[in-house]
């Protein structure tokens, strides 16, 4: 099974402030990576699909990059609603995997 | 509205059976691959199991393969999760969700974009 790894597995930050999350995976996964948010008491979200396509009527200021084994989301300006856990997923092969997940905390 | 919504969650014995039940409505069910997601108390998102549109591929995680049975009804718009020998590392909250569809030459993306509240499976003496 493919093992996908994020860092930092928690993270302080301000409103205004530009935050990286990455995604490592044991073996290539080509683009085939999607990035989903988490609130509690909530299903998960999905903002970014294919390594770097956003999805529809999620923020532009979300972005991902990366391919093979390390992966990258981007919130490039922290809104107060963007406080919340954030998975990535592998879906090169079977059985699908997600990351422990990065929680992202208001400092 | 696209919606999805879990049901048949409970509580159960270690040993015991379940079957979860996901109703589709405001969308075309049959035309989606769909995915069941589970999440234990605290604990990371774990992906379970996938079929595709017409219900004859499925594919699962170590983890439940042999127990755990899923299944579609296209003519009832719904997904099925069958529980069988559960353990008390099967509870957590059950969600299924929508693969968002074809991406280049393949026909799903691997990605899930519409996912129900999810449903509560609790395995406990």
């Known amino acids: 099974d493919i093992q996908m790894t994020q860092s930092p597995s928690s993270v302080s930050a301000s409103v205004g402030d530009r935050v990286t999350i990455t995604c490592r995976a044991s073996?290539?996964?080509?683009?085939?990576l999607a990035w989903y948010q988490q609130k509690p008491g909530k299903a998960p979200n999905l903002l970014i699909y294919?390594?770097?396509s956003l999805q529809s009527g999620v923020p532009s200021r979300f972005s991902g990059s990366g391919s093979g084994t390390e992966f990258t989301l981007t919130i490039s300006s922290l809104q107060p609603e963007d406080f919340a856990t954030y998975y990535c997923?592998?879906?090169?092969?079977?059985?699908?995997?997600f990351g422990q997940g990065t929680k992202l905390e208001i400092k | 509205e696209m919606q999805l919504v879990e049901s048949g969650g409970a509580l159960v014995q270690p040993g015991g059976s379940l079957r979860l039940s996901c109703a589709a409505s405001?969308?075309?069910?049959?035309?989606?691959?769909m995915t069941w997601v589970r999440q234990g108390p605290g604990k990371e998102l774990e992906w379970l199991s996938y079929?595709?549109?017409?219900?004859?591929?499925?594919w699962y995680a170590d983890s439940v393969e042999g127990r755990f049975t899923i299944s579609r009804d296209n003519a009832k718009n719904s997904l099925y999760l069958q529980m069988n020998g559960l353990r008390v590392e099967d509870t957590g909250v059950y969600y299924c969700?929508?693969?968002?569809?074809?991406?280049?030459?393949?026909?799903?993306?691997?990605?899930?974009?519409?996912w129900g509240r999810g449903t509560m499976v609790t395995v406990s003496s």
């Open positions: 294919a390594a770097s």
């Open positions: 997923q592998q879906a090169d092969s079977f059985p699908y995997t």
């Open positions: 405001g969308f075309t069910f049959s035309s989606y691959w």
């Open positions: 079929i595709i549109d017409r219900g004859t591929r499925t």
């Open positions: 969700a929508t693969d968002r569809g074809s991406f280049g030459s393949s026909p799903n993306s691997g990605a899930f974009d519409l």
């Open positions: 073996q290539g996964v080509r683009t085939w």
